[in-house]
């Protein structure tokens, strides 16, 4: 069991803006925090009780260069939000892990002892009283420690994060920061402009489960893990039969898992509608470009749909072009369309819920099922330069998930292959490990299904 020993609120360290920032991309999230997980190995020439110091004071001088972080969300009408940039604080919780060393965690799947490593959100309070940022110090016997840190998708979005996370470590080594982020949200409110060519069917209801639902709904966090080897060979099968398309690794890997995904729930309805969301940093997909430094949520979601029986009974390559579309929809004036769409919604939970479910901070009744899938990549995420002083991390990854159907694509530590964590229905996840592995090495056969 892990035990809270101390919890600290860091304030920034200099007077910041007293300003309100409002976004319309970041209306669309939720104000759930995302749970980042560092892992750092025993260090010989360092004391964790005094490095919980210098996290303190070095995130306090982070906080003053990205001083939304230490602000709050407040309600607007419509069920929007903004951004009080009030240096109300973080909030540094210090604890200690005593029954189990680092190694005992195997590979951090993001359940039970591992997720005590983030720290607990607590959203019964009023959103104006909810840090965007909690991080958590956990000490082990070992000697080694881990970093736990709840950023708040209402505020920020994953590149933002992982700037703001190698900014605190760059301060944490007594480093100097040279370059300031860029707050201004009206930079990606501006692009806003109406266009009739695109219905945003992402923002739309997903496609209902329409089998039977199973009385154990139960949701199992997995770790699955592909060598460079095993990517290869996906990324071969993948473009199998397509001259000019070269897919990326993050769509080879995508399209395989909503084919085992599907494959996993399939229950004799091959017309059941699925749908495959995934996440676009549209920084550099604007014309022009949105500032390198922009510290707000630029990520937008697009979608590709298909029922089970196309997905199964066609090759990789079918899923893999799927994605690879959804991926190229969002160009610049897509994500100006998405802007002006989301302006007009007048019911902003509606879209909350349409782009979120069946996230359990979205959707409170009994579970319905659900046949899509959501993948969100962490890959190339700078995760190395979070070197606080303890050395490099060497693991990195999501610290806790409980919605189902969502999966994380990460770079392994260690090498060239891909870290992939996925929440199903736990009747699901063996059938999903089984075809995750077979379907590397054979195509299977609908027939036999």
């Not at 020993?5 to 409002?22: A, G, I, M």
């Not at 419509?78 to 210090?94: D, F, S, V």
């Not at 209402?154 to 992982?162: K, L, W, Y």
């Not at 979601?301 to 959804?326: D, H, K, Q, W």
Request: with cysteine.
């Amino acid at each position: 069991m892990v035990s809270i020993q101390s919890r600290y609120t860091v304030f920034p360290s200099d007077t910041t803006p007293n300003e309100t920032l409002f976004s319309l991309c970041e209306q669309i999230k939720l104000r759930t925090h995302a749970p980042l997980l560092y892992v750092f190995k025993p260090h010989p020439h360092h004391d964790a009780s005094t490095f919980l110091n210098t996290l303190r004071h070095s995130l306090s001088q982070a906080l003053t260069i990205y001083y939304p972080v230490a602000g709050r969300l407040r309600w607007i009408q419509g069920g929007r939000w903004e951004l009080h940039c009030n240096a109300k604080g973080a909030q540094l919780l210090e604890a200690i892990c005593k029954d189990v060393t680092l190694d005992d965690l195997d590979d951090f799947v993001p359940t039970h002892l591992v997720s005590q490593l983030i720290p607990n959100i607590d959203y019964d309070v009023p959103i104006e009283d909810t840090p965007l940022l909690v991080a958590q110090l956990t000490r082990f016997p070992c000697g080694g420690v881990t970093i736990g840190a709840a950023l708040c998708r209402g505020a920020i979005d994953g590149i933002a994060t992982m700037r703001f996370m190698n900014t605190w470590a760059k301060l944490a080594r007594g480093e100097n920061i040279e370059r300031a982020p860029c707050h201004d949200r009206n930079v990606l409110n501006s692009y806003k402009a109406h266009s009739g060519l695109h219905d945003h069917s992402e923002f739309h209801p997903p496609p209902p489960w329409l089998g039977p639902l199973e009385k154990d709904t139960k949701v199992a966090v997995a770790i699955v893990k592909l060598t460079g080897e095993q990517v290869k060979k996906l990324k071969h099968k993948g473009n199998s039969g397509s001259s000019s398309q070269r897919y990326s690794t993050f769509e080879v890997i995508s399209g395989h898992l909503w084919r085992c995904v599907s494959k996993a729930r399939y229950a004799g309805k091959r017309e059941q509608p699925t749908r495959l969301t995934t996440l676009v940093n549209c920084r550099h997909r604007m014309k022009p470009p949105l500032p390198e430094d922009y510290a707000g949520n630029t990520a937008f979601p697009t979608m590709t749909a298909c029922s089970f029986g196309e997905i199964m009974e066609r090759p990789l390559s079918y899923a893999v072009g799927n994605v690879r579309a959804a991926i190229e929809r969002v160009t610049g004036e897509f994500v100006e369309s998405a802007l002006d769409y989301i302006d007009k919604e007048k019911d902003m939970n509606l879209i909350r819920y349409n782009f979120h479910y069946p996230a359990p901070s979205v959707h409170k009744g009994a579970y319905k099922g659900n046949p899509n899938l959501f993948v969100v990549s962490w890959m190339n995420f700078s995760f190395k330069d979070a070197d606080f002083g303890w050395g490099e991390p060497v693991y990195f990854g999501p610290g806790y998930m409980d919605s189902e159907g969502k999966a994380f694509l990460l770079n392994d530590a260690n090498g060239d292959g891909i870290i992939v964590a996925i929440s199903l229905q736990a009747s699901h996840m063996d059938a999903f490990k089984r075809f995750f592995y077979r379907d590397i090495e054979q195509e299977s056969l609908i027939s036999k299904l």
